[in-house]
């Protein structure tokens, strides 16, 4: 099945700092969805995108659906201790979903 | 309960085994997908089930076998597996209507370890 580009696949950062990961796919999507995944624990949806263009915000998150619905990013601000996870993105253009490698979020206190 | 649950959490079996992973969802969803999620691989879809129907088969092997009573209940028997079937299944639901702008929502996963 197609797979998503998603980059970085690590990141370590200082608490309080801003984190920017994205998304990009060889195919047009419908949908851009990003979720948070805790150690041993499924997938949790954070912000649902719809549109080509659209910037949705969840708290300190911010998720936008690229132009040319081929990409989509996810910004963090202000990270905190429990932003710890792997970050995923997902995109369906139909009954079936597709998903990203994945961004491992290290926070230093 | 709400949303979406798994049982068990944790199941380690030999390899001669037969068991059963369990999937519910309380959202009054139509859709009802397995997941395989693996160390450092993206999650691999399985199977999907549209109104108890089963709409896609991934290529999954024999030795799981899927089983869709309703539209809030959703199994994985497995036998016979092989030690690389270790990982994280995971189950989601979806609303499952006409068109795209529904999302899908998933359960805690089952950590499987196969000896």
């Known amino acids: 099945g197609q797979q998503l580009n998603q980059s970085p696949q690590s990141m370590f950062i200082q608490e309080g700092e801003d984190v920017s990961m994205n998304c990009t796919s060889s195919s047009i999507f419908n949908t851009w969805l990003w979720y948070k995944q805790d150690p041993g624990e499924g997938p949790v949806l954070l912000i649902a995108?719809?549109?080509?263009?659209e910037l949705t915000s969840n708290g300190r998150l911010t998720a936008q659906f690229g132009i040319t619905r081929k990409d989509s990013f996810l910004n963090i601000s202000a990270s905190i201790p429990s932003d710890v996870g792997i970050y995923f993105c997902?995109?369906?253009?139909?009954?079936?979903?597709?998903f990203g490698t994945g961004t491992s979020l290290t926070v230093i206190p | 309960e709400t949303g979406v649950t798994q049982t068990p959490r944790h199941l380690v079996m030999g390899m001669t085994n037969k068991k059963s992973l369990k999937c519910e969802q309380h959202l009054g969803h139509n859709a009802m997908y397995w997941y395989k999620q693996s160390a450092k691989k993206p999650l691999e879809l399985m199977f999907v089930?549209?109104?108890?129907?089963?709409?896609e088969n991934n290529s999954v092997p024999s030795r799981f076998s899927p089983e869709c009573p309703n539209s809030s209940h959703l199994f994985l028997h497995l036998h016979t597996l092989q030690p690389e079937d270790s990982a994280l299944y995971l189950c989601?639901?979806?609303?499952?209507?006409?068109?795209?702008?529904?999302?899908?929502?998933f359960g805690p996963g089952t950590r499987l370890t196969v000896l």
């Open positions: 997902a995109g369906h253009p139909g009954n079936q979903f597709y």
């Open positions: 989601a639901s979806r609303l499952g209507l006409a068109g795209d702008t529904d999302t899908q929502y």
């Open positions: 089930y549209n109104f108890k129907e089963q709409t």
């Open positions: 995108l719809y549109k080509a263009g």
